[in-house]
C-alpha cells in the first residue's frame, strides 16, 4: 500500500539545510525528496508524485524564480520560497508570480512545516476545474473574454476595461462555474494567498467585478452570495473559438 502523507521536495544548493530540513519533516510525518538545484528537481517531479516544493530562490544555473514560474504556470502544486532576508525584490517577485508563501532564512523547521501544512490544507481544499479550457475565449450570458489578451466585451461588444486583480477572480469564476468557493480558495486561486493579503479583499473585488458585469451590481445575477459559504457563478459558459 503506498504511503499517503503528503511528499514534499525540498530544492536547495546547501546540503545541510537541504537534508536536515528533509529529516524534520520526515520525523514529523511528511514524505520527503531533495534536490540540490532545479534541473534534478524537475527530475525529482517527474519520477515522483510530489504535493508540494519548498524552493529556494539563489541557486546556481536556474534559479528558483525560474523554476517556481515553471512550476506556477503549469499548475503543478504549491510553492512555498526560501529567501535571504536581504531578498526583498526576489521575495515580492515570486509572490507575483504566484508562490504561495516564504519563509526567511535562517528560519525555524516548525514555522515552516506549519507553513507546509497551512499550504497543503488550502491548496487540497480548491476544487478543480469543472471542463478543462481549450480555447482563449470564453462566453457568458452574452459577455465574451478572451484570456490570452485579457479583453472583456459585453454584450453590445463594447471592451470593459478590467484590473488584474478583475481578471484573475472572473477566470476563477469562469473555470468554475456553479461551484461555491469560499474567500480561502478565491484568495488562492487569484493572489496566491501573500501574507499581505486579508479575506474581505476579496468581497471588494466581487463588488468591483459586479459593478462591470451584472445588470443590477444590488442585486447580482451572475455572481451569487452564498451565505455562510462564499460566491457561486452562475451562467452557462462556454468554451469557443470565435
Not at 47 to 63: N, Y
Not at 160 to 178: D, I, T
Not at 182 to 194: A, K
Amino acid at each position: 500500500m503506498s504511503d499517503p502523507s503528503p511528499h514534499i521536495l525540498v530544492v536547495d544548493d546547501h546540503r545541510d539545510i537541504r537534508e536536515t530540513l528533509a529529516r524534520y519533516l520526515v520525523k514529523n510525518g511528511l514524505r520527503a525528496t531533495t534536490a540540490e538545484n532545479a534541473a534534478n528537481a524537475r527530475k525529482a517531479l517527474k519520477a515522483a508524485s510530489i504535493d508540494l516544493v519548498v524552493l529556494d530562490i539563489m541557486m546556481p544555473g536556474e534559479d528558483g524564480l525560474s523554476l517556481c514560474r515553471h512550476l506556477v504556470e503549469t499548475g503543478s502544486m504549491p510553492v512555498i520560497l526560501l529567501t535571504a532576508m536581504a531578498d526583498d525584490t526576489d521575495r515580492v517577485i515570486g509572490l507575483e508570480i504566484g508562490a504561495d508563501d516564504y519563509v526567511t532564512k535562517p528560519f525555524n523547521p516548525r514555522e515552516l512545516l506549519a507553513r507546509i501544512r497551512a499550504v497543503l490544507r488550502r491548496t487540497s481544499l480548491v476544487p478543480k476545474e469543472r471542463d478543462p479550457i481549450e480555447q482563449d475565449m470564453l462566453h457568458f450570458d452574452g459577455w465574451a473574454l478572451n484570456v490570452s489578451r485579457r479583453e472583456l466585451k459585453d454584450p453590445e461588444g463594447t471592451s470593459v476595461a478590467l484590473s488584474s486583480g478583475e481578471f484573475q477572480l472572473l477566470c476563477a469564476f469562469l473555470k468554475r462555474p456553479k461551484m461555491v468557493l469560499n474567500r480561502d480558495q478565491l484568495l488562492d486561486l487569484t493572489t496566491g494567498r501573500t501574507p499581505a493579503v486579508f479575506d474581505r479583499s476579496i468581497d471588494n473585488q466581487v463588488s468591483r467585478l459586479r459593478r462591470k458585469i451584472e445588470t443590477d451590481p444590488k442585486d447580482p445575477k451572475l455572481i451569487k452570495t452564498v451565505w455562510g459559504g462564499g460566491y457561486m457563478f452562475t451562467a452557462e459558459v462556454k468554451d469557443l473559438a470565435e
